[in-house]
Structure formats: C-alpha cells, structure tokens
C-alpha cells in the first residue's frame, strides 16, 4: 500500500509527538487488527524503525492468524513463542501478539503506556447483537482500567463521536457538548455504552488516581478498514475499489466529520503522549467536513461509476445513526501540536488507489 506507507512517513516527521519519550517504552494496544488500531501500530512501528528507537509493543488478538498474517513483514513473535524465534532478534523494535479478549480477566505483561481501541464499532453488530457491544465496551473497558490501576500505566480510551447523540445544533461539537441519547432503542448499544464507559475513566481516575485520558474519533475511513466494516463510507470505497455503482440509501444530507486513519493515528498517540490526565480531546478534521452524498460523489468520481439511490430495508434503518449532523471541533487537540495533514478528497482517491493494487 505505497501511498498508506508515504503518508506515514509523512505524518511521523511533521508530528508534534516527541518520538524519542517513548525509547525503552512498553506499550499494550487492544483492537490492533481493526482500522485505527493497526495504524496505530504500524505508526508505533515505522517512528522506532525511522528514529531508531527502541520500543515494545503487544497486541492483544482474538484471531492469532489473522493477526500473523497482517505483521508478518514486521519483527513480530507470539507471547507463547521462544524469543529466537522473531525474525530480528537483535532489533529495537518488536511486537508481540496475545491471544485473549479485552472482556475476558488475564494477566497481561506491565506496560507503560495502554491503549484501549477495542470496540464493535460496526452498524451491523449494533442490530445483530447489541447485548455483545455493551459487553465490550464495559467489561473490556473495566478490564483495562483494571489492568492499568496495577500497573500505573497510563492508559487511552478510544471512545467515539457518538457519544453527543443528537443535539439539534448545526455547528461543531466541543468536548462539553451533551446531546440527546434514546435507550429504549437497541441502536443506543454503542454510544450509551461508551458513554459509560468515559465515566468510568473519569471515575477510575477520581477515585484510584489512574492516569487516563480519552479521545473520540468519528467516521474514521482508510486502507486498513476491516472487510467486514459495515459503516457507509467503507461500504462505499468497496464499491469504488471493485468498479461498481455506489448505491445510498438516503437522500445523503447527513454532515460528517471524515478523518483519513494516519491522521486519526497521528492524534491518538499525540494524546496518549500530552493529553491532560482526566481530559477528553476531538479527533476530526476541520478541513474534511461533507456529506454522505459528497463522498460518493468523490469516490464515483474516483471510480468512473454512477450514484444509485435506493429505498434501505428497515433491518437497515435499525444501524442508522439518528444524527444528521455530527461534525467535530478539533481546536482542543489542535492545541496539543496535532495538525491534519490529508483532506477527504485526496484520502479517499488513495485508499481506493492502494486497495485497488492489493487486488491486482
């Protein structure tokens, strides 16, 4: 994936991130085999291989196999598995791969750092099986936090966007915003649950002194987005990756902040490492604000294929977010050092541009 690749190179020398702080550091991500996990990894990775810092760092899996096959081109080696097994036993830089499951209690190594990234953010697991996202959310969340208090890390909870619900403005969305949420709708499993969740950091953090600070990414698009991703935007580049019409099932006037996922892999780990303690920080960007209906007028446009509306079936509207309007400010992490460095309509041409290569 060339240009995935540039542009993390990209981002790692324009970053405000003071890479160095983090020589000799042992950081735990969970989610690493999703879209925003795997770019914060590989992000970890390339910075320690460009600045020749040395950094460990594990990755908790479910799927040990699918998560062989997405690292094998780096130093990787199992917890179960003899150290002389790694491909570079003598490098700086490693990851480790633990199988187990953030709602499951295990003991993990002691780490510096933790970031949290496990989550079922996709629209289908919210009607399909919603009693398993809250599971996730809380017990997965409580585990970390758990795991965090023992070992006086500091720890990253990737939370999301949906947690302001519907707030009837038509203007940005600052960290203290608080909209309307409806629970008796099953839909309501993700953002009330990682609204609990966020609670649960900040009371960690009163009442244990954890060092935990948060962060909300919303409508997060790239080239490590998983195949099974269901939101509107991954469904979309599919389409264009494969040559086809791009079918929307609304008359697309919802506004959404879009985030390029080395972008929103940039901020997390910029938060993680000047992020104020007990504090919560946006992750959009500004410059790459559309509607639904404009990123497929971008990618039919990058694609040569048509926009096709139709009629969505109501076991389709239940994964639907109520909110037309979900822009978030960025001033508060723009603040830390972070700046966006991809516009939506240059992202989406290179994610369909690397895709399309992986299936050449």
Not at 198 to 219: A, F, I, K
Not at 292 to 307: D, P
Request: aromatic share 8%; glycine share 6%.
């Amino acid at each position: 994936m060339k240009n995935y690749i540039n542009d993390l190179k990209s981002a790692i020398t324009a970053s405000s991130v003071n890479w160095s702080e983090f020589e000799g550091k042992k950081i735990f991500v969970t989610g690493a085999t999703g879209m925003i996990g795997r770019a914060v990894v590989d992000m970890l990775y390339m910075a320690g291989e460009i600045y020749n810092i040395g950094i460990s760092i594990y990755v908790l899996v479910r799927d040990l196999k699918k998560a062989r096959e997405l690292y094998k081109e780096k130093n990787v080696y199992d917890n179960c598995a003899d150290i002389n097994t790694r491909k570079d036993a003598s490098a700086n830089i490693s990851i480790t791969l633990i199988q187990g499951d953030v709602c499951q209690k295990q003991s993990y190594p002691a780490t510096d750092y933790i970031i949290h990234a496990a989550s079922y953010g996709d629209p289908a697991a919210f009607v399909k099986d919603p009693v398993s996202v809250i599971k996730a959310n809380l017990e997965g969340t409580m585990n970390m936090l758990e795991y965090a208090k023992e070992n006086n890390s500091r720890i990253l909870f990737v939370s999301t966007g949906e947690v302001y619900g519907y707030t009837g403005k038509a203007e940005p969305y600052i960290e203290e915003e608080i909209g309307r949420l409806d629970f008796n709708k099953s839909r309501s499993c993700y953002p009330e649950s990682k609204r609990a969740a966020e609670n649960m950091c900040v009371c960690y953090s009163e009442q244990y002194g954890v060092d935990v600070v948060r962060c909300r990414p919303c409508h997060t698009y790239g080239q490590t987005m998983t195949e099974k991703d269901s939101r509107v935007a991954a469904q979309f580049i599919r389409n264009a990756v494969d040559g086809e019409n791009i079918v929307m099932k609304s008359a697309g006037n919802q506004k959404r902040s879009m985030c390029y996922v080395v972008d929103t892999a940039n901020a997390i780990i910029t938060i993680l490492q000047k992020g104020e303690r007990s504090q919560v920080y946006n992750i959009g960007n500004h410059a790459s604000e559309v509607t639904i209906r404009q990123m497929a007028r971008i990618l039919t446009k990058t694609a040569g294929t048509k926009l096709v509306i139709q009629i969505p079936e109501e076991e389709e509207k239940k994964g639907y977010s109520v909110s037309e309007y979900q822009i978030l400010s960025d001033e508060k992490l723009i603040r830390l050092g972070w700046k966006p460095l991809t516009k939506v309509e240059d992202g989406l041409e290179k994610v369909v541009q690397d895709l399309k290569s992986m299936k050449i």
